[in-house]
């Protein structure tokens, strides 16, 4: 299968109706999981990932990039407004994910999270990860969390493919 996910900036509807909610960075910079966080920026781009069983990848000798152990979603459900997140719904998913596949949380060496450089979202991603992930680390070493907002900006709806596309070039 060819997953894919591409976002293009065709309107000022959305720009208009961000700016207003002040929600973008004023200064065009993504500081994502930064003091100094100010707002996202939007970008546009695309790309495109090719999912295929192992033993199938194994027998056509293709180069592996990575395996999905697991995947998981949920809702954040009711919060306080449409751009704040509940972290007990990010923590439930990453607990069910973990205890689902039978994951060790204690073996993670990187995130690559949502984060979207807001000083509302952001401390509520990084303590739902750090809550789950982090504790089970059990203060051995620290977790690097990372976003690719802060490479490229927010892709939205090509947001999760340009994540997965960080986090294989991270393990590259």
Do not use: W
């Not at 293009?8 to 002040?22: D, E």
């Not at 979603?73 to 596949?101: C, F, H, K, M, V």
């Not at 994951?103 to 995130?111: A, C, E, G, I, R």
Request: aromatic letters at 6%; proline letters at 3%.
């Amino acid at each position: 299968a060819i997953a894919g996910g591409v976002n293009i900036l065709l309107a000022p509807y959305a720009f208009v109706g961000f700016s207003k909610a002040r929600m973008l960075s004023p200064d065009g910079r993504c500081r994502v999981f930064d003091a100094s966080g100010n707002g996202y920026v939007r970008s546009e781009g695309g790309g495109a990932v090719l999912l295929k069983p192992l033993s199938q990848a194994l027998r056509d000798n293709n180069r592996i990039m990575a395996l999905i152990a697991g995947t998981g979603l949920n809702s954040d459900g009711r919060t306080t407004g449409i751009a704040l997140p509940n972290g007990e719904a990010q923590a439930a998913l990453l607990e069910d994910i973990y205890r689902r596949y039978s994951l060790d949380k204690s073996k993670v060496v990187y995130v690559e999270a949502h984060g979207t450089g807001t000083a509302a979202g952001d401390p509520v991603e990084a303590n739902s990860i750090g809550s789950v992930i982090g504790l089970a680390l059990k203060g051995t070493r620290r977790l690097p969390i990372g976003s690719v907002k802060s490479n490229i900006g927010h892709l939205e709806s090509a947001s999760g493919m340009a994540g997965l596309m960080k986090a294989l070039l991270v393990f590259d």
